[in-house]
């Protein structure tokens, strides 16, 4: 049996469904103001920024989920300078509020340096608030991590035990951003509060929290494992699996031969025991991003001796592979043009490909002539530079942007800025968060299916419109047993706005769930019916219209009914052919001539039902 649902009848409904902000032309590169509500209407007052966290992941790996420090107000309840952290999801247009307990009560103090999971569903944060897990009274920041599929929100900054830990004093209650690892399991974070974990130092430490486990260790380690002094105010990024991390320390017995004096990044790989520093030469590093797979750090050095050729006097960025040992610097315009200006906070996509930045620099693209810092993509393949922290028409920015975060895959940058022409929100002179979507719109985020049909027949097959969805990753289709049982996994490609839905061979109830480009798109609990039909009348007036009411079927679908003579009945075989209407029933004229018969309804070929019915 097939149900064909046509390209053309595209629902309405499904048309109306693009959210606000959505509906931008797919052509090129654009930019988009994050920083709104879930209306798409840009805060009236207060500020909203990226936390000036470049070396942690504020965009999920695909760019769907961006999770920022907001003053707003951009969600309900947030007053003007609450100080909250929010994410907005671009594929849905809401936004919603991170930092809250898992009743959903606000924070009641300041909340910062947001860092999220790839898939955008775990976030971290710091607050000082007392009200988003019980037993809160240590009186200073923590660490908490909210899980946005569940509503649960934890504290992470404790002991193994899950014990909190006090301040023994001012200045000794420092907590540092956190950062998460892919699948959100283990969180990173400098903090100076001493008795987190055995071994620490009486200084600022840095610490990996694993939330399957609830154990917290020191990870600030030297070369011969005994815990060194951090920056309690620098990020610890956590490798994919949590087995690296790197951390940020003006130590110099991390290892051996550190002498220059000033602080550096150094690589500790948990399970191999070592510790080992990211070359900085003689004026060290300051900021510092980690690919997942630890084999990339890219950072910010003033050292003129990193690489041949350093010449212009400033600081500039450098991306480190720990694999070769090599060093190569990013802050460079497509000619491999020195950068004529200061360039700042660093952050790589997962690969290691590209590099995005935060320069003063008027030469590394044609046209710069605002004269304030501006976002910069360096492409570490091809040497491409492309400045990002521009308006949606490609226009250069008339004030400063700062702060980028990178997705995953490198197609997504997030700035700050105080643009007020950057898109066509309505926003205030307060500074407020933008996206730069390099490829125009990409798969998952405005993709949209009709509805999924809510009664389908075993092993038969469905069209479905489709919207936004073009050439790229087929369609993933789970069937999932509402019962229990083996999962029903297939892909479907699309082509000309439809794809086929094929339904499975067993009959029961499953939710169907519809997945482009790693994120779900459509889902609907659905009957999986035998064709059948309910009973047929045993007399009907010869030459009128027979109602068969069928169940398992679709509209659309084709029914064969068959009136065969039997008894003293000598007349002629007589078959009729209807299709399914909505409301599953199928209509046909019985046969003109009065007597017995024996009626069968088949659909495909397959006998649906057998009745006995005379003819008056």
């Known amino acids: 049996m097939a149900a064909l649902v046509g390209a053309a009848a595209l629902s309405a409904t499904l048309l109306a469904a693009v959210p606000v902000g959505a509906a931008y032309a797919a052509s090129g590169p654009t930019t988009v103001q994050v920083s709104v509500s879930t209306g798409g209407f840009g805060p009236d007052n207060g500020g909203n920024g990226g936390s000036r966290g470049t070396e942690r992941r504020l965009l999920s790996d695909d760019g769907r989920y961006a999770v920022y420090e907001s003053s ?20 849905l247009g809401t936004t919603e509020l ?70 023994l004093g001012s200045g000794t209650n420092v907590m540092g951003p956190p950062s998460l690892s892919a699948d959100g399991r283990y969180v990173g974070f400098a903090t100076s509060v001493a008795g987190l974990a055995p071994g620490d130092s009486n200084m600022a430490n840095a610490y990996l929290h694993d939330r399957a486990s609830g154990t917290t260790e020191v990870v600030s380690l030297s070369h011969l494992g005994v815990a060194v002094d951090v920056s309690s105010m620098s990020t610890v990024s956590v490798s994919a699996d949590g087995d690296v991390v790197s951390f940020y320390s003006g130590n110099a017995s991390v290892v051996p031969g550190d002498t220059n004096g000033d602080p550096d990044v150094f690589v500790r790989n948990r399970s191999a025991g070592t510790t080992v520093m990211v070359p900085a030469g ?16 890219v950072f910010e050095s003033a050292t003129n001796n990193l690489v041949p050729g350093d010449t212009n006097g400033q600081q500039d960025i450098f991306v480190h592979d720990t694999q070769t040992s090599t060093v190569e610097r990013v802050s460079l315009g497509s000619g491999r043009t020195e950068a004529n200006g200061f360039s700042s906070m660093p952050a790589i996509s997962n690969d290691g490909r590209y590099a995005t930045f935060t320069s003063e620099a008027t030469n590394l693209v044609p046209g710069d002539t605002n004269g304030e810092a501006d976002v910069f993509l360096h492409d570490r393949v091809t040497g491409q530079t492309t400045r990002v922290s521009v308006a949606a028409n490609g226009t250069q920015n008339s004030t400063s942007s700062r702060s980028p975060a990178i997705s995953g895959d490198g197609q997504h940058v997030m700035f700050e800025s105080h643009g007020r022409d950057l898109t066509s929100v309505n926003t205030k002179t307060w500074g407020q968060v933008f996206v730069r979507d390099l490829t125009g719109r990409w798969p998952a985020l405005h993709a949209r299916i009709d509805a999924l049909p809510p009664r389908v027949a075993p092993n038969s097959t469905y069209r479905i419109a489709t919207l936004d969805i073009r050439t790229g990753p087929a369609l993933e289709i789970t069937w999932t047993p509402a019962g229990g049982g083996a999962v029903v996994r297939q892909s479907a490609v699309v082509s000309g706005n439809a794809f086929v839905l094929r339904s499975p061979k067993k009959r029961g109830k499953y939710v169907v769930r519809v997945s482009y480009a790693g994120h779900e798109i459509g889902s609907r609990a659905t009957n999986v019916l035998q064709p059948a039909i309910k009973p047929l009348p045993k007399a009907l007036k010869r030459g009128k219209t027979l109602t068969v009411k ?46 017995q018969y024996r009626v069968t309804v088949r659909a495909d070929g397959k006998i649906l039902g057998k009745a006995a019915m005379r003819l008056r």
């Open 72 to 91: 707003g107000p951009v969600v309900p309840g947030q007053g003007p300078l609450d100080w909250q952290i929010v994410r907005r999801d671009r594929q």
């Open 282 to 297: 003689q004026e060290g590093v300051v900021r510092h991003a980690m690919t997942p797979d630890g084999r990339f750090v």
């Open 550 to 595: 069928t169940t398992g079927l679709n509209r659309g679908d084709k029914v064969k009914v068959t009136f065969k003579p039997v008894g003293s009945n000598r007349g002629k075989t007589i078959n009729r052919r209807s299709t399914v209407n909505k409301k599953g029933v199928a209509k046909v004229k019985a046969a003109p001539r009065a007597g």
């Open 98 to 167: 991170i930092s809250r307990s898992t009743a959903g009560v606000k924070a009641n103090g300041r909340s910062s340096n947001p860092s999220m999971s790839a898939d955008g569903q775990t976030i971290a944060f710091v607050s000082d608030a007392s009200n988003l897990v019980a037993g809160d009274t240590n009186g200073h920041n923590d660490v908490f991590v909210h899980d946005a599929r569940t509503g649960v929100t934890s504290r992470v900054s404790v002991t193994s035990a899950g014990a909190q830990v006090t301040a």
